[in-house]
């Protein structure tokens, strides 16, 4: 399976903390993406980093990719309030266009 | 919004009830997408459609019947349900490129209740 597993299932942590999470994933890439999802809401598209890429910045989130482990992290830096969400890992395969998805992280971050 | 646009936002049916869900994408995209989300799960992928042609079913149920006229548009026709197919249904798009890969843009889902 492609899938992704994020690690932790949940995490929380206060305001202005940094937050990490993690995926690891079975399968070659193409690339790999991070969404993020507020209560029963559509996903959002947060990053894409392509399978020849080690680390990839947009704004406070940092990806990193580590394609002979298998895995990717999501470094949130100084968390806010609003950042609480499910966040998920989507593994881009080897066609393009596919995304399968991991089963998310729950993040809660504490005013 | 984001440029995928999904009704009904909630829809409540009966086991022998027919209903279709509706997807419209606003962004040029040429390749839409039906998602099931239930609790405790993954996203699933249901179905895919690359330049209006179906290129992917998931092993779905007969009882989704999905339908794309046209590159903007994409349904999720429903009948005789069972309870379990009660979960979020997200509609996606994406711009399928050789060169190189691009994000989804997902609408915000139906939220459907099957009773």
């Known amino acids: 399976s492609q899938q992704g597993e994020e690690d932790p299932q949940a995490l929380s942590i206060q305001e202005g903390e940094n937050a990490t999470m993690n995926c690891s994933y079975k399968?070659?890439?193409?690339?790999l993406q991070w969404y993020r999802q507020n209560s029963g809401r559509g996903l959002v598209h947060l990053i894409l980093?392509?399978?020849?890429?080690r680390e990839k910045h947009s704004g406070r989130l940092r990806v990193t990719l580590d394609t002979s482990k298998k895995s990717s992290s999501l470094l949130i830096t100084a968390s806010r309030a609003a950042d609480t969400a499910s966040y998920f890992c989507?593994?881009?395969?080897?066609?393009?266009?596919?995304?399968?998805f991991g089963q998310g992280t729950i993040l809660t971050v504490h005013p | 919004e984001t440029g995928v646009t999904q009704t009904p936002r909630h829809l409540v049916m009966g086991m022998t009830n027919k209903k279709s869900l509706k997807c419209e994408q606003h962004?040029?995209?040429?390749?839409m997408y039906w998602y099931k989300q239930s609790a405790k799960k993954p996203l699933e992928l249901m179905f895919v459609?690359?330049?209006?042609?179906?290129?992917e079913n998931n092993s779905v149920p007969s009882r989704f019947s999905p339908e794309c006229p046209n590159s903007s548009h994409l349904f999720l026709h429903l009948h005789t349900l069972q309870p379990e197919d009660s979960a979020l249904y997200l509609c996606?798009?994406?711009?399928?490129?050789?060169?190189?890969?691009?994000?989804?843009?997902f609408g915000s889902g139906t939220r459907l209740t099957v009773v």
């Open positions: 980093i392509r399978s020849n890429e």
């Open positions: 962004l040029g995209h040429n390749a």
């Open positions: 399968t070659s890439i193409n690339n």
């Open positions: 996606a798009s994406s711009q399928i490129s050789d060169i190189r890969p691009y994000g989804y843009t």
């Open positions: 989507a593994n881009g395969g080897t066609s393009y266009g596919k995304l399968t």
């Open positions: 459609y690359n330049f209006k042609e179906q290129t």
